[in-house]
């Protein structure tokens, strides 16, 4: 079932130097892999483990569980030895660390019956560790497995800077991904909705079962959350899952194979990098074989996830579990003198203080400077310029820093989540941290209820 195209004129592409070249990098594969408790949102920051350092385990056994949650289980992407337990401020467990077997031994979950009713369905899901791959709109939490979706969305483009080209994320896991949109279909009292850009790929366009909606126009317009606002936007009573075209992947070979394979094909981009291009690898793998002999320079940042919405990781990192894109870019920890004032080096700008403004289409050398302070925030009316949704983002913000919960519900906080209002915090005169005041907002939400 297709729509009409649904055109976007609101946003902005930040166009970037470093785009992964579409080829996949001839890299030995990582040895050690993470879960990370802190890639959830709302997950308890001490969740009870199943295994201890030195415990032999197979891939899709269960680790830990989150104890207001203990049904749901989050399993080892890989079979290996666990070799650490990494603990923060006040014990809190960090990273989940597993040295990997150079062959996968998974453990058997058992095929799912084709004849599965939807109860059977969620239990499958909640024990193999793939439950945790689906998002809950509103929130962005793990779902509640008690609740019934009244959608599930997406989104099968990404426009966010140096964003992945889905085709190369989804070579070979066709068969997958529609044995997933299979199961999905069973699990909400609605539809299963694909958001479309540009030259989708085969896998999406010919995809059965599900609604399909085109969307054009910059970024956000890849966004799932700008999608479920344009196709059916969110209430307050309403509850909407969300998950990547990858992990539909992962979900499908799950119930037909009875392994959780969570493989995942990353992009490897950056200016900052010798080689870009896509690697195939499992979740949570380390970072440290993808730059090792890759960087131009020592003085660079490097982001699980893209430039506007990813998470800053160290050398001997890891990806996060929900992230297909490893960005390297410029550390912008030097000051620029009156660049406020003077000319100053070509970079992605709405402002037409810069001269950039005028070649839209031009690809930038960039660094993580935030050229500016922290100001008072005043109103300018151009986080409305970069949302494609019929909400007031800046007032949404001020209404979520004095706690104003009806307001923050009259104003459409149900509606998104940070990736939403990134654009919003780029293009911040104020540079307010929009994207934190944001979350700070929906966990209080979340709290009260």
């Not at 991904?177 to 999905?184: A, E, K």
């Not at 599900?210 to 966004?223: L, T």
């Not at 309403?238 to 959780?260: H, M, N, S, T």
Request: hydrophobic share 40%; with cysteine; proline share 7%.
């Amino acid at each position: 079932m297709n729509n009409s195209v649904i055109k976007l004129k609101r946003g902005y592409d930040i166009n970037l130097l470093g785009k992964a070249e579409k080829t996949f990098l001839s890299i030995e594969q990582p040895k050690l892999f993470a879960l990370k408790p802190g890639d959830i949102h709302g997950i308890a920051p001490i969740p009870k483990l199943h295994v201890k350092e030195g415990d032999e385990i197979k891939a899709g056994q269960p680790l830990y569980f989150d104890k207001p949650s203990p049904n749901v289980q989050y399993c080892a992407p890989v079979s290996g030895e666990i070799v650490e337990v990494r603990r923060g401020a006040k014990r809190a467990i960090e990273a989940v660390v597993m040295l990997a077997d150079s062959t996968m031994d998974f453990y058997d979950h058992g095929r799912l019956s084709d004849q599965a009713s939807r109860e059977d369905i969620v239990q499958y899901l909640l024990k193999s560790g793939a439950w945790v791959l689906m998002r809950q709109r509103p929130f962005n939490i793990v779902p509640d497995p008690t609740a019934v979706p009244r959608d599930i969305f997406i989104s099968c483009f990404d426009t966010a800077p140096l964003a992945p080209d889905y085709g190369m994320l989804m070579k070979g896991k066709e068969t997958a991904f529609q044995q997933g949109l299979r199961v999905l279909g069973k699990l909400t009292s609605g539809r299963v909705h694909l958001g479309l850009g540009p030259g989708s790929p085969e896998v999406f366009t010919r995809a059965e079962g599900v609604v399909k909606h085109s969307f054009e126009g910059p970024h956000p317009a890849g966004n799932v959350g700008v999608h479920i606002h344009h196709v059916a936007p969110i209430n307050k009573s309403d509850v909407v899952w969300v998950l990547k075209p990858q992990d539909v992947a992962i979900i499908g070979r799950l119930v037909a194979e009875g392994i959780y394979d969570a493989q995942r094909t990353i992009a490897v981009a950056g200016d900052e990098l010798k080689k870009t291009g896509y690697f195939q690898t499992r979740i949570g793998a380390a970072i440290k074989p993808l730059i090792e002999g890759n960087l131009k320079t020592d003085h660079v940042r490097m982001i699980s996830g893209n430039p506007l919405t990813g998470t800053r990781i160290a050398a001997d990192g890891f990806m996060s579990l929900f992230d297909d894109q490893l960005t390297v870019i410029e550390e912008g920890d030097k000051p620029e003198f009156l660049g406020w004032l003077l000319p100053s080096y070509p970079r992605p700008s709405l402002s037409r203080t810069f001269l950039s403004y005028l070649f839209p289409n031009r690809e930038f050398h960039v660094n993580t400077n935030n050229h500016g302070e922290l100001r008072a925030y005043v109103m300018t009316g151009q986080y409305e310029e970069v949302l494609p949704m019929d909400l007031y983002p800046q007032h949404l913000i001020k209404s979520i820093m004095y706690r104003d919960f009806d307001e923050m519900e009259g104003l459409g906080i149900y509606e998104v989540v940070e990736e939403d209002l990134a654009l919003c915090e780029f293009v911040c005169t104020s540079k307010q941290p929009v994207q934190a005041i944001l979350r700070e907002g929906l966990d209080a939400m979340r709290v009260e209820g």
